[in-house]
């Protein structure tokens, strides 16, 4: 998620403070068992997902789950500290307290995003580089190392980072990369890029094109592993709803793309909608939204998805 010029954002990542987590302590925290922290699946309307363990008032956005269920991790912003990545662990049976992930609580970290084989972690920083980029965040990446550790993180470098605004990283199976970045060029302020991943190496970013980038922000790419669809945000295009809108698009035999369409009133309101992504098991769709006044995270049922492909697509 990146902070915008001219829209309101329920919170703020450029922040410089020192934050390390008020941690709730383990003997107060409610036992918690089951999948999803075992909250009662939604259905086709959206709801806050895990009011008061995940969805709290300090501000949280960008939820992913490990392929295996028992990893949760997010964002979580304060109005005086800057944006952490907190991870709750389901170990012996039972989800433990959040807390701020080992790799994460000095700098602004914000956005994670999990490979498939649940073996990495690549998220935005505002971290200082060798670049001493001053201008948004880099994409940097963590590996998992034994006993479920993860390493120091690592700056992805060059030809994805930019001494501009880089962003929001998300995965297909196969590791290409797709993004949004102010640094590559484009068709408006911030666009959605893909980098194919060649032989160990990030290819050279290519624009989406016009069907789904707009001049307009285009940015909150969430790409389906299987790269058949794309989920993102964009603010302020005539048709929305609101500051910020959650489009859609899918992905054709020949590689190009439908245009992208409003995801409609269910999802959309007039607020703001950012940060999609959807479970492991494409089972839910997760998303942020200021509807309540404040950054929550809300799930919905996938079957959403479905309800909006074009004719001809299975």
């Known amino acids: 998620m990146t902070m915008l010029k001219n829209i309101k954002y329920p919170v703020l990542i450029f ?22 922290l075992g909250q009662k699946p939604p259905g086709m309307i959206p709801e806050i997902f895990a009011p008061g363990i995940v969805s709290t008032e300090k501000g949280e956005l960008n ?25 709750m662990i389901n170990k012996d049976g039972k989800w433990h307290p959040p807390q701020v992930a080992s790799f994460s609580g000095q700098y602004s970290d914000m956005d994670p995003s999990m490979s498939a084989d649940g073996t990495k972690i690549f998220f935005g920083s505002t971290r200082p580089t060798g670049k001493m980029n001053a201008q ?8 998992r190392l034994k006993h479920g550790n993860w390493s120091e993180p690592r700056n992805i470098g060059e030809p994805v980072n930019t001494l501009k605004n880089d962003n929001y990283p998300t995965m297909t199976k196969e590791g290409s990369l797709y993004f949004q970045s102010k640094g590559h060029g484009g068709k408006g302020g911030l666009d959605i890029f893909r980098s194919e991943f060649r032989n160990g190496r990030y290819a050279k970013p290519e624009n989406l094109g016009t069907t789904i980038n707009s001049e307009y922000n285009d940015f909150d790419a969430f790409i389906a592993p299987d790269e058949s669809y794309l989920i993102f945000s964009s603010a302020n295009r005539p ?18 793309w439908t ?16 940060c999609p992504k959807v479970s492991p098991d494409g089972m839910h769709l997760f998303f942020t939204s200021g509807r309540s006044g404040n950054g929550d995270i809300y799930w919905v049922d996938a079957r959403i998805i479905d309800q909006l492909k074009p004719k001809g697509f299975k």
């Open 15 to 36: 922040l410089t403070c020192s934050f390390l987590g008020t941690l709730v302590a383990q003997d107060s925290f409610p036992e918690i068992k089951g999948p999803y």
């Open 63 to 87: 939820i992913i789950i490990s392929p295996d269920g028992n990893e949760i991790y997010f964002s979580r912003s304060r109005s005086s500290s800057p944006t952490v990545i907190m991870v």
């Open 136 to 143: 948004g965040c880099d994409i940097w990446v963590v590996e």
């Open 239 to 256: 048709e929305g709803f609101g500051s910020g809108d959650l489009y859609i698009s899918f992905r054709k035999k020949d590689g190009s």
């Open 259 to 274: 245009q992208a369409q409003n995801m409609g009133e269910t999802i959309n309101t007039s607020s703001i909608e950012y």
